[in-house]
C-alpha cells in the first residue's frame, strides 16, 4: 500500500491562496470518498473537506466559501484550493479516504499563512 504525497503548501499573507494537490495510489483514490484533513500545533486532526467518487463535496464550516476541492480520476490526484487564507488555517494538510486508513496517512504538507 503506498502512502499519498501532499504538496503546494508554503508561507501566504493573510488574503492569499494556495493549491494543494495530493497523487494517491489509484486502487485507494478511485473506490473511496477523499477528503483533505488539517492538524494545527497542539490540535487534533479535522476533516476540513471530503469529495466523493461522483465528485459531490461537503466542507466544514470553517471554510466553506473559501476552500474547494476537486479530484482528477484519470491522474488520481486531488486538489484543495485555498482562498482568503486566514493564520487560522495554519496547519499541516493530508489527504486520506473518508473514513481514514490508518496506514495511508502520507507526510502532508506545510501551509502557513502569516497575518
Known amino acids: 500500500q503506498v502512502q499519498p504525497v501532499e504538496s503546494g503548501g508554503g508561507l501566504v499573507q493573510a488574503g492569499g491562496s494556495l493549491r494543494l494537490s495530493c497523487a494517491a495510489s489509484?486502487?485507494?483514490?478511485?473506490?473511496?470518498?477523499m477528503g483533505w484533513y488539517r492538524q494545527a500545533p497542539g490540535k487534533e486532526r479535522d476533516l476540513v473537506a471530503r469529495?466523493?467518487?461522483?465528485?459531490?463535496?461537503n466542507y466544514a464550516d470553517s471554510v466553506k466559501g473559501r476552500f474547494s476541492i476537486s479530484r482528477d480520476n484519470v491522474k488520481n490526484t486531488m486538489y484543495l484550493q485555498m482562498n482568503v487564507l486566514k493564520p487560522e488555517d495554519t496547519a499541516f494538510y493530508y489527504c486520506?479516504?473518508?473514513?481514514?486508513?490508518?496506514?495511508?496517512w502520507g507526510q502532508g504538507t506545510q501551509v502557513t499563512v502569516s497575518s
Open positions: 486520506n479516504t473518508v473514513p481514514p486508513i490508518g496506514v495511508f
Open positions: 489509484g486502487n485507494i483514490f478511485s473506490y473511496n470518498t
Open positions: 469529495i466523493s467518487t461522483s465528485s459531490v463535496t
